[in-house]
């Protein structure tokens, strides 16, 4: 009787182990054997990585598990249940795709539909996307990269002949004169308008100063008065001269009798005439005007 109660007990610690085991290793995967969670039903045609127990993000998010996969030989589709947090709504129109890692770990990733569609219900059906294999996309990668290998190859070439080139390093020996020049410049400049700009400064304001000066003095000056003045010469002037036109144009006056009288001119002319005769033949014959002789006689 002892012997039977002892192998009870160790039949016993052993069911208590295999059932702590069991828990254990659910935990550790993460599944939740006592909440009430909602359950979905997926649909894809390929699922390389996942497993059960594998992860189902929303925006990067756990919301909950891969519960189960199964195989269905009418559709040759697989039906992945997903265990997903009962307090996580998701609406119509999520879609499922999975994402593989670089270490080959997979997971399940939720493209939720618009918010404000009609949300999707316990047992419901989604239907999901194929993997994305990274190692596959960067193997598809290779050929477009060995293709290119002979072209970087060239423009390192290039790069290193353009490096070595004597005129590069002249250009930038030329670039670090010219950044020195500006340097000093700058310094020049800086100093200038900490010594000068006050001087000019005082200057400027001088002159401003005298310009106030100038205007004010302008501002007491008669203006109108000496424009009125001038009016009055300009007027004057006017007057004159149409006096003179008037004098000119008449032959009661004497210019306009000189001016317009032909027979005036005509007598003047007669005169000078014969004043330059008489001048002539007293140059020419000086003795018959004058004669300084006691004795002599009077030339004819």
Known sequence: MKGFTKEIKIAIVAIIAIVIVY??????KGLNLFDDDKEYVVIMSNVTGLSI??????????????KNISYNNKTQKLALTLTINKSFSMPEGTTVF???????????NLELGKRDGAILQDGDT???????????????????????LPKVDSILTSLNQLVSDPALVATLHNLETTTENL??????????LDKDMPQLMTSANHVMSNAETLTA?????????????ANQTISNANLITNKLNTAMNSKDSSLGMLLNDNSIAL???????????????????????VHFSLFGKKEK
């Open 183 to 192: 340097r000093t410049s700058t310094a020049r400049i800086n100093n200038m």
């Open 267 to 289: 007598n003047l002319d007669s005169t000078m005439r014969n004043a330059s005769m008489l001048l002539e033949d007293l140059r020419l014959h000086p003795k018959r005007y």
């Open 98 to 108: 999975v994402t593989k890692e670089m270490l080959g770990t997979a997971k399940l």
């Open 53 to 66: 127990s594998s992860d189902v993000l929303a925006n990067g998010l756990k919301v909950g598990y891969v």
């Open 217 to 229: 003095s302008l501002n007491r000056v008669d203006i109108e008065g000496i424009a009125n003045n």
């Open 23 to 28: 828990v254990g290793i659910v935990m550790l």
């Open 126 to 148: 989604i239907y999901g996307e194929s993997p994305t294999d990274l190692m596959a996309a960067a193997a598809d990668m290779i050929p477009e990269i060995e293709k290119m």
